[in-house]
């Protein structure tokens, strides 16, 4: 992960449950009957509190929600940014658990509702806004919901269920790269792309008769080395600019081979 800015090092994260039944004793309780009301679901309610961004006066505050939900664009980068929060937490409490089957990645089209608005320190720290507004909007990367929608993903997943198709150790390791790189966490990112690219090298030689696959892996073999200088690097430091561009689009041409595999062979 690069390292923090002053604006996220200022920023406050609350994380509380909603909606929770009352919790009781740890007896045995007996079985219920199969058409009894089933218990409702808890919530999960995630504040990030812009703390570095802090108003003189209410009406100061009340012209900045205005103009935020008006501006094009302003709102996705709120909730980009509290998104970003939201998951570096997610993935410090993966590794502090050491629990491999933590969630460590949500995006805006898993949340209940959305809102953006102001408050004292004791109402955003509740979770409460002095004035709140609920915004709507698209999941988050327009270029992942490209590639999910080209992949078509739902036809994949019947055929890897069906035993028809095997799918291959690079498409895992890839995709861990890619989360860890938009998560901001390159060096881990540039671990993963490494061993990928190998993989992808073996399992996708020769896969089709198209002169882009075969122009795209004689690329990936001729940077190779770059991935595993990268890789190296990462092993030591945070990555140099220069790495970490590297790392970006050897991930992106990679991401194209796996792509038009499945595109063509349908």
Excluded: Y
């Amino acid at each position: 992960m690069r390292g923090l800015d002053a604006e996220a090092a200022e920023s406050v994260l609350v994380v509380q449950k909603v909606g929770a039944p009352a919790a009781g004793g740890r007896r045995r309780r007996k079985p219920r009957r199969p058409d009894a009301e089933a218990a409702p679901l808890a919530l999960t309610r995630a504040t990030a509190i812009r703390a570095f961004a802090r108003f003189e006066a209410e009406e100061e505050a009340a012209r900045w929600l205005e103009e935020a939900c008006e501006a094009e664009g302003a709102v996705e980068v709120l909730v980009d940014e509290a998104l970003e929060l939201l998951n570096r937490a997610l993935h410090a409490q993966a590794l502090a658990s050491a629990d491999p089957t933590s969630r460590s990645e949500l995006g805006a089209e898993g949340a209940e509702r959305i809102l953006i608005g102001f408050g004292s320190g004791e109402e955003a720290a509740a979770g409460r806004f002095r004035e709140g507004r609920q915004v709507d909007i698209a999941p988050r990367s327009a270029r992942r919901r490209r590639r999910e929608e080209e992949l078509r993903p739902q036809e994949r997943v019947a055929a890897i269920l069906g035993g028809r198709e095997r799918a291959d150790a690079c498409e895992t390791l890839l995709l861990r790269a890619r989360a860890d790189l938009d998560a901001g966490r390159d060096r881990e990112a540039a671990l993963q792309l490494r061993v990928g690219l190998e993989a992808l090298l073996v399992e996708l030689k020769g896969a089709l008769a198209d002169p882009g696959h075969e122009e795209d892996m004689a690329t990936l073999t001729t940077r190779r080395n770059e991935a595993g200088g990268a890789a190296n690097a990462a092993l030591r430091d945070e990555l140099s600019e220069e790495q970490r561009r590297q790392v970006e689009e050897l991930l992106k041409i990679s991401e194209r081979v796996l792509r038009r595999r499945r595109l063509l062979r349908g």
